[in-house]
């Protein structure tokens, strides 16, 4: 009778134990790594998209930091590879357009994020508003909203085309006037340059012609809000948009630019003029008043700004030669004294106000950011 060896049977079973533990470990090894490898490429997947996501992000902070340097131009496309980052691309497209009459540009940004192995690309876009501080322009070297005495002798030179094409306009004011009563001279800037004006005046003495336009139908209530679209009861809003806010005048030259608000009086430095044609100024007195010394000057805007219905006019006092080249206007009524002063249109200095970044504003349009 066979009789199986108990010894043998032994050994296969172990061996087979001994094989099915190195299978399962093999097997859980395998399993192991796999998960890992997994965890890496999800990490790495994750890590890729918060990488294009910051290249995106960056390339839409440039280009919107650049439009607000320059909210008036189109700028060509932004592309920048970051060593050890990523890259982003990123372009504007932009539409001039009009609201309520008034120029604004509604602009797009498209930004392209990659990263740096080039797995994970991320596009965004936001609109944004680029839109001016002042709204409309001067028509006239002197607007007023009230009433004018003028003290001293006060020189207006037109604008050639501001009462239509080839129609002259000097002072355009809510008053009624009677010129017999003020010392004023207007006249074109062909013999303001020759020095003609006295002798071929367009308004002077007992003459008083098409240049001045008082006691209008058509003249605006607010001044304040003709020029920014804003009542005069929230002139603060754009107080809070000036590029300066001071409390005298002292340190303004020609370095100055942009719109400067001044809280109180204002006396202007001998020998200085306030801006220059390629970078004007537009100059806010608010309830104060404005003092010339000798030979200064303001290239720009001048705006005297009272509250609404003052009793108080806005003072000018000249205490030596000086011109305004660009426009003056009182939101209220205006007083002239001592020396002559001169005011001359000038297209040129306003339109460069108008058209500098000192005049534009960016806002975000809310709920325009993309990222799909």
């Not at 876009?125 to 003028?150: C, E, T």
Request: aromatic fraction near 6%; include cysteine.
């Amino acid at each position: 009778m066979f009789k199986p060896n108990r010894a043998k049977q032994q050994g296969a079973m172990m061996l087979i134990t001994v094989t099915l533990l190195l299978l399962l470990t093999s097997t859980i090894i395998v399993y192991s790594a796999k998960v890992s490898l997994v965890k890496h490429r999800v990490s790495l997947n994750t890590q890729n998209k918060v990488t294009a996501e910051n290249m995106a992000a960056l390339g839409n902070f440039r280009l919107l930091s650049q439009i607000s340097q320059q909210p008036q131009q189109e700028l060509p496309k932004l592309n920048m590879l970051i060593e050890g980052q990523g890259q982003y691309s990123a372009e504007m497209k932009s539409l001039q357009t009009e609201r309520f009459s008034h120029q604004m540009r509604v602009i797009k940004i498209s930004t392209t994020g990659t990263s740096e192995d080039h797995l994970a690309n991320i596009e965004v876009s936001q609109h944004i508003i680029a839109y001016p501080l002042i709204r409309s322009l001067p028509k006239a070297a002197l607007i007023v909203g009230k009433s004018i005495s003028i003290e001293n002798k006060l020189k207006l030179i037109a604008n050639p085309n501001g009462a239509g094409i080839g129609l002259p306009l000097s002072l355009w004011t809510s008053d009624k006037i009677d010129i017999t009563t003020l010392d004023l001279i207007t006249c074109q800037l062909y013999e303001y340059i020759n020095g003609e004006c006295e002798s071929s005046p367009l308004s002077m003495g007992q003459q008083k012609n098409g240049d001045i336009v008082d006691n209008p139908k058509d003249f605006p209530k607010d001044i304040f809000a003709y020029l920014t679209n804003l009542p005069v009861k929230y002139r603060t809003q754009l107080l809070d948009e000036a590029d300066k806010v001071i409390s005298h005048c002292e340190d303004l030259n020609n370095l100055s630019s942009g719109l400067i608000w001044v809280k109180g009086d204002c006396k202007l430095s001998k020998e200085t003029t306030v801006g220059t044609t390629e970078r004007p100024v537009m100059l806010i007195i608010a309830n104060g008043n404005l003092v010339f010394s000798e030979n200064s000057g303001v290239q720009g805007i001048v705006l005297m700004l009272k509250p609404f219905d003052s009793i108080l006019a806005a003072h000018i006092e000249v205490n030596g030669p000086a011109v305004i080249e660009g426009a003056l206007i009182a939101s209220e009524s205006i007083s002239f004294n001592n020396l002559p002063l001169t005011i001359k249109y000038d297209a040129v200095v306003l339109d460069n106000f108008r058209q500098s970044p000192s005049n534009w504003r960016i806002a975000l349009v809310p709920n325009s950011w993309r990222n799909f």
